[in-house]
């Protein structure tokens, strides 16, 4: 496999753009080697600028859950940019988005839409701090919310890649603020909130964690999380700017069944261009600027592209049998390659819900940030590589989640479990 369009890009890219890349994972830092150049993409294929195919299981980083360049979302998109990019101005799209996201999570009875996942989660948060006059918010080790400070605290992601999970440029003041817990365990969030209680004003957690790899919620501990929460008035925020639409079609909270209170969605919800959206209890967003005192704006907000798509995308989604069909694609990848691994002798631990999994190189149970970082990152780069020589993009950090779309086939898998029984051997 050739990449020498890619290396020349990227030497020139590290000229003007800080390491080459517009954020930090795409650089390969962590597997060693330079980025691949992405010319296209389609279906579940992406395409350098060398010339090499391959099966993509980044998909974006989640959003592309149809697949590249649906047919349907890329139609809808040729219309609308015909008619506009940008009004600055309300639209019927954003309404229909809107209605479209309410009606599949019955939490959100409203919801405002805004351009990033970071944009959704630090707004949220303020939102809660509002309602409740409260200063302090709970998060989780490892779980990722975006780049806002006061959330680079033990963040996850490129964070925990790179070793570094507390930002330089964060002031303290912020990051005081930020009681920072082990994820699925119950009893530390308890023993906090016994003595701090009535100054949080939120916990906000991503019920499935995928920026340390895919880390699944233990029995009980979300439903815990709900009754505590509830105990000290604490606003519940489930930040699903990853499982929203994922990993199932009302997110992580139907399938765990739990109602929290706020909930923040981006990736899938913009069918691919960038969005991000929070929402909850009306009562609560009633708080937000022009309604109420609680300030928040943005020039792109309700971008009608960004609608389009999504709009495109959610209709898909809630036809019968969509969510069935990625579990099956799902579960022939998760046993071709748990038994890839085991006849080669490789000791891992593969995650998954859904459509979204991680393949771990580590021989115990990963259940929070700790264990997650005990993985061999030094054989999973190695696996990586081999991976990506066979035509298989998968995430070029131990640290990220995998995804499936629609558009992957049997004969994708099966492609796959052959790479890595390939790659496995090697090892």
């Known amino acids: 496999m050739k990449l020498t369009k890619s290396k020349n890009l990227y030497s020139i890219a590290k000229r003007y753009i800080p390491g080459g890349v517009n954020s930090p994972v795409r650089a390969f830092k962590s597997v060693g080697g330079s980025p691949i150049f992405i010319k296209k993409a389609s279906g579940s294929r992406i395409y ?68 990033s996942g970071t944009e959704a989660t630090m707004s949220a948060i303020r939102v809660a701090r509002g309602y409740t006059g409260r200063d302090k918010i709970i998060k989780f080790e490892g779980c990722y919310h975006g780049h806002a400070d006061g959330l680079l605290v033990k963040a996850g992601s490129g964070a925990t890649t ?67 929460t509830k105990k000290y008035g604490i606003i519940l925020i489930f930040d699903e700017v990853m499982t929203g639409f994922r990993v199932a079609h009302g997110g992580a909270q139907e399938l765990y069944r739990i109602k929290p209170d706020m909930t923040c969605l981006g990736k899938i919800i913009g069918g691919g261009l960038p969005v991000g959206a929070y929402g909850g209890r009306k009562e609560i967003m009633m708080q937000v600027s022009p309604e109420g005192p609680v300030y928040q704006a943005g020039t792109l907000s309700g971008n009608p592209l960004a609608m389009t798509a999504g709009i495109e995308t959610l209709k898909i989604l809630s036809k019968i049998g969509i969510y069935e069909k990625l579990e099956r694609r799902a579960e022939q990848l998760e046993k071709g390659i748990k038994d890839a691994s085991k006849k080669a002798g490789v000791k891992t631990y593969f995650s998954r819900v859904g459509s979204m999994f991680c393949t771990y190189f580590t021989e115990q149970e990963v259940w929070d940030y700790r264990s997650a970082k005990m993985s061999d990152t030094k054989k999973f780069s190695k696996f990586f590589r081999l991976m990506l020589v066979r035509g298989i993009n998968l995430a070029p950090s131990q640290f990220e989640a995998g995804f499936l779309s629609t558009a992957h086939t049997p004969s994708d898998i099966d492609m796959t479990v052959k790479a890595a029984r390939e790659s496995f051997k090697l090892l």
């Open 48 to 115: 350098d600028i060398d010339g090499n195919e391959y099966i993509d299981y980044v998909l974006s980083w989640g959003p592309m859950i149809l697949g590249h360049s649906h047919p349907k979302v890329v139609k809808a998109l040729k219309r609308a940019v015909e008619k506009g990019t940008s009004y600055g101005a309300p639209t019927g799209l954003e309404i229909e988005l809107a209605r479209m996201v309410t009606k599949a999570i019955p939490s959100i009875e409203m919801v405002r839409m805004v351009n």
């Open 162 to 228: 790179f070793g570094v999970p507390d930002s330089p440029g964060v002031p303290k003041d912020y990051a005081r603020n930020t009681i920072n817990l082990p994820f699925n365990n119950i009893r530390a969030v308890k023993k906090t909130l016994d003595k701090a209680g009535n100054s949080v004003a939120c916990v906000i957690i991503e019920p499935v964690v995928g920026n340390m790899g895919c880390i699944l919620p233990g029995d009980g501990f979300l439903q815990e999380l709900r009754v505590v």
